[in-house]
Every structure is written in C-alpha cells, then in structure tokens.
C-alpha cells in the first residue's frame, strides 16, 4: 500500500492505494478520526461487485450501515436523483457526525460528494473511487456536482474529502473501453509534468494493459501524488490547476457532439491530446519526436487518436469556441506541451487553431 | 455609515452599516473587486419596495441584470424554488465572474447564499439584508441553505459573501412585528457578551422602538461586530459560536409548536431567553436583578416573555430533547448567564431541566 498527504490547511486529508484494501475501509475511517454512523452511496454495478465488503468493512463504525444504490450513467447527476438522495439520508436519521462513502465511479464521486457537501452544511466523506478515471483524477481534488439539463456540472461545490482509498484490485472488473479511458487522464500527468514518468510508462504499457496490479498501484499513485500537488498549489482552478486541461480543449468539444459516436471522456481526451501535441509543434517548439511518442503510446494501449471528421463543421466549432474560460477575444488558451513532461499555457487566434485543426483532420492524422 | 472587516483568511470581507446605501452597492461591488454580471435574488415585497433602486445601482457593473423574484415566506426555502433559481442562472447565461445580490429577509439570504454556493461551484454573493433579524444576525456567519420536508436547514453550506451591506433606513417599512422579533436576537449579543451594550440599549429602547436610523445604526453595527468576533473565532460552530445559541434551546422548542399561535423566531428566543435567565439564576447565579432587567428590556420594546403554557406537555418535551447536538445522555447542553453580559455553557439533567421550566410556566412566569 502507498500512501500519502494532500495538503490543503483544515482541509487536508490522506490517499492511500493499495490491493485489496476494500475490506479496510472501516479501519482506515476509524484511524482517520471519523466515527459516526455510516451511508455508502453507489450505483447498482459497483454495488453487485463490491457493496457487501465495504458494507462488511464499516461495520467497524457502524453496524447497519445505510446503503444507497444509484442506477449506473451520467442521467444520476440530476437534481431529481439528489433529492432522493437526501430523503434517504434524513430517513436513516443521519446527524453531522456521519460519514458517507462514494463508492463508484465519477458519476457516484460527485454526486455523493456534493451530497456530503450540502447535507447539514457538510459531512464528513469518503472517496472509494472504483474506475481509473476515477482513481486517477476525479475522486482528488474537492471537485463535487450534479449536471443542470443544460450544462454538465453546472451546480456544485469544492468539497474536500477526509479520506479517499484506491483499491486498484477494483479495476479488474472494468470493461475493457472504461479501463482504457482511465489511461489517457495517466499518461496526461507523465505528459505535462513528468518525462521520467513518461519513460516509465512506455516501458509498461504491456503489463498496465493486462491490469498488472502492482503496476496499476505504482501508476495510480504517481498520478494521484501529480494531482495532489497541483490542487496544493491552486486549490480553487485560478492558475495552475488549468494545466489538468491538456487534451481537453478539444477533448470536451468531441464529447459534445453525440455524432462523434458516444466517446467516452477519455477517449475524447486522448484525441485531444493527439492533436493538441500536434499543435503544440508549430505554437510552443514541441520536437515532432515528442508528439509521435505521445501518440505512439496511446495507440499502444488501445486508445484511438484520430479525428471522427475531416474538416471542422459549425457545431463543432461552437463547441470548441463556447466555454468563455478557455476563449480571450478571439484567441484560444491552450495549453500546450514544450516537450514531453512540460506545459505551457499559449493564447492562439481562433482562426489559425482552426486552420491547424483542419489541417490534422484532412491530411497528417494522428494515426491509430 | 460604519465599516469593518470579518476576517476569515480567503474568505474576509467588508461589512457596512448605513443610511441610504441601497443606491451605492454597484460602487461598493466594485470597490470588493467584483466586475461580472449581476443577479438579484429578492422576494415580490421587497422588490416592490427596493428593487428599482438596487438594480439601477447595480447597472455600473452589468447594464441589464437578471432578477428572480421569489414568493415571500419559508415556503420558497425548497429544491423546487432553488431549481427555478439555477434555470434563471442559466437562461441569463451567467458565468463564474457573476455576483449574486441577496436582496431581502433571512428567506432570501439563505436561498440565494446557497444557490451562490453552488451554481458554478460557487460564485461571488453580496448580502443586502432588509430585516432587522438578518441585518443583526443571518447576514453575517456564512450559513447558507433550504429546508426538507422533514427538517429546517437540512440542505445547505458555509459560504461566506464578499460583501455585506446593511442599510437600516430599509427598516422603516418593516411590519412591527418583524422589526420587534429582530431586537431580541440584538439584545442577545449584549446578554451574552456587552455588559455596557446592554446599559445602553436600555438608555435607548424608546428611540429603538421609534426606529431612529442613526440609533439602529449604532446598534445594528454593535450587534455585527459581536457576530464577527465570534464567527471570527468559531467559522465552523465548533465551539465558541454555540454561545449565539442563548434563548434557542426554549426557543426553537416553542416554534416547533404550531399550537403556540405561530410565533415568529425572534418573538420565540425573547420567551426562550427570559426563561433561560430565570434558570441561569439556578444554574449559574445570575443575579435576579439581572434577569428582570434583561425582562424589563424585552417588554419595554414589546415583546412577549411569558410561556404559552402552564406546564411542558409530551410534544414538547420531545422537541426540546430531539436536537441531538443541545444533548448529551439524559443532560441538555444550555447556555447560561453568569451575569448580565458573560455567558456559559453548562450541561443540566433534563429532568431538572423541566421541573424548572414548569415551576416558571405555572408560578413565576416572567412577566410582560
């Protein structure tokens, strides 16, 4: 098991990622400080797979635990769901001492931690993430929320957790294109802020592909220690943090387009990524090597890195152009790789990403 | 017009206190670093009354602001009206920059605080509170949320404004009821911590009654201060911050009791501190002296101080004994006087407890 801090003043908290460490969770809680009655919120997958060993493991803490199953996909992030969600909590007669475990995926992760955000102004909670999506990234960083019908994440709140468990041994379980997803937000911190780390991954990718559980853990924390650092350094997305979004600029706008054949939020990512390192040689000095590597790699683990069209329509450049955070007049804020292991933020007028972008799409594809 | 910073790290922000400074809070939301769009969060008797002057203040930082009326009362403190709240957000396409005005009563703070807190993950929210309650006490804290069904303030956050503005001319039009209930959360501060403050409001009860603004002022920045002092000391009511909890023990007991003729919560924690001065005599040698003039001053500004019963029936009891956080085993935590302007805290057996509250409602009843 490793194990580590995240450091964020009152808000500061352990991670810890390991095998098997499901059935510790009570344990972990208890040596954590908390100790109040328990409700663990999942979907109704993870709960078949894994709901009767942490039920079994936070009896430590409380012996009839409250369990909330939510029905599995992204439709749970509602209001309606939460709702529900809170009735649940008041009829199990939860006080401000309680704790509530997400265990899941990004879906049941925001959703229970925005609950644990607003249930008598903020319980103590437990992130068991169970995807690498997850493990990797959604489960750190305070991040909690449920969708508006007009905007993904449109209601939430920065939430820490006092406590998040990675049992890498979950990851077994996942289907094939889930676990792959979970790849691309990896290799994304090995891309912006880690060569050795890159190097490393190029070497496993082989046993990280057949779910290698000591690999996974080694990876899993390398990721997490990445995040935790940045999140350290800008708790609340003012600065550093906007690095996380390599990938995503045009990750967000393929995933916006159902057309685009339902991608999944990694894979979108790591087409982003693709086109973005291909960007990234003409607008910040990434050597053509870098890029090839980056895209060699993702094609490696089964990640697919190319254009779903061959020439930008209107939709989609809405998409890329809406979010005001990532747009200054007329110029993108991208952010952009160096080389291998180092990101820049650049501004690049619309026009010229978009001719950059036609240019991939039509002639120089990333391949697969 | 009175100034002053509550000073909680990140989250610090300016207080004002005035005359006719509705027309001012687009400069002083500019002064407070705020440039973004505008919402106005009021309910239809406030807006009648000062949503034009506002708006046309607010037009300095966004020409066309959005306003959301609510219906007046505890009723709009739901999911559903919260619901609306956020489709309003979005329909005006407002972004993170946004400031949220909350413009009106504790109803009003409470709901648009947390719609603040969570649309976006959290937006800026200027409190311009229009009822002597919340310009003495909701304002100020960071307490933000609605109710469920079952319970009060279940759903919620801390969630500090940038910015509280406090204009006491708007208390002219309130109806004496409400402006009455907001004197005994005011005298509160001075029963549990001014001695002096307590000299003077007794010097100045008939220019209170007579709602001079310059008085209010004074008074209505006095009562803030204490509020900061101790929210400055105890943001997240780990301590020091239940001493504000003087009068509620028996006051939220009696509002919980429909059959008590509706009283309003200030009208109820004038009754509940009357009666926990009586038992502070008991419990914590307050001079009787000292717990007739603080009866004195109550009724001198026209509020009630006698118990609508002559003994504690089941129904109450129980409400008095359901809050787990005011109970320990078969003990109430209270908050006691020493003497006028020092408060304890101190654990009394239940049963003591009603013996004491009965021998007061059917023999003693502090007077009128």
């Not at 969708?147 to 979950?170: E, S």
């Not at 690999?215 to 935790?228: G, P």
Request: aromatic share 6%.
């Amino acid at each position: 098991m490793q194990s580590f801090r995240v450091n964020l003043g009152r808000d500061s908290h352990q991670v810890l990622v390991g095998q098997g460490l499901l059935d510790q969770v009570g344990e972990f809680a208890r040596q954590a400080g908390l100790a109040g009655r328990v409700a663990i919120i999942t979907d109704s997958n993870v709960a078949r797979l894994y709901l009767a060993r942490v039920r079994k493991a936070v009896e430590l803490l409380d012996p009839y635990p409250t369990t909330i199953e939510l029905e599995p996909g992204e439709q749970s992030k509602s209001l309606g769901t939460l709702a529900r969600v809170y009735d649940r909590l008041v009829e199990a007669k939860l006080e401000r001492d309680c704790v509530i475990v997400a265990l899941g995926g990004g879906v049941v992760g925001d959703l229970a931690g925005f609950a644990a955000a607003t249930f008598l102004r903020g319980v103590a909670l437990i992130q068991v993430p169970t995807t690498l999506l997850a493990q990797v990234d959604s489960a750190l960083g305070g991040k909690t929320g449920i969708n508006h019908p007009k905007a993904k994440n449109l209601i939430g709140a920065f939430y820490q957790p006092r406590l998040i468990v990675a049992d890498v041994t979950t990851l077994e379980s996942l289907p094939e294109r889930v676990f792959r997803e979970g790849l691309a937000e990896m290799v994304k911190y090995a891309a912006i802020r880690d060569a050795p780390m890159f190097d490393e991954l190029e070497h496993a990718s082989k046993g990280i592909v057949s779910r290698n559980p000591a690999l996974l853990e080694h990876f899993v924390t390398m990721s997490l220690r990445h995040k935790a650092q940045i999140v350290e350094a800008d708790e609340r997305e003012g600065g550093l943090r906007a690095i996380l979004n390599f990938g995503h600029t045009v990750g967000h706008a393929l995933e916006a387009r159902a057309e685009f054949g339902g991608l999944l939020h990694g894979e979108a990512v790591a087409i982003g990524m693709a086109v973005e390192a291909k960007i990234s040689q003409t607008y910040a000095g990434l050597p053509a090597y870098d890029a090839e590597r980056l895209i060699r790699w993702l094609n490696s683990v089964g990640l697919s890195t190319r254009l779903p069209f061959e020439q930008c329509d209107e939709p989609f450049i809405d998409a890329l152009t809406l979010d005001k955070k990532r747009r200054k007049g007329g110029e993108l804020n991208l952010v952009l790789l160096r080389q291998l292991g180092q990101a820049v933020t650049k501004y690049v007028p619309i026009e010229q990403f978009l001719i950059e972008l036609n240019r991939i799409a039509g002639t120089a594809q990333p391949r697969d």
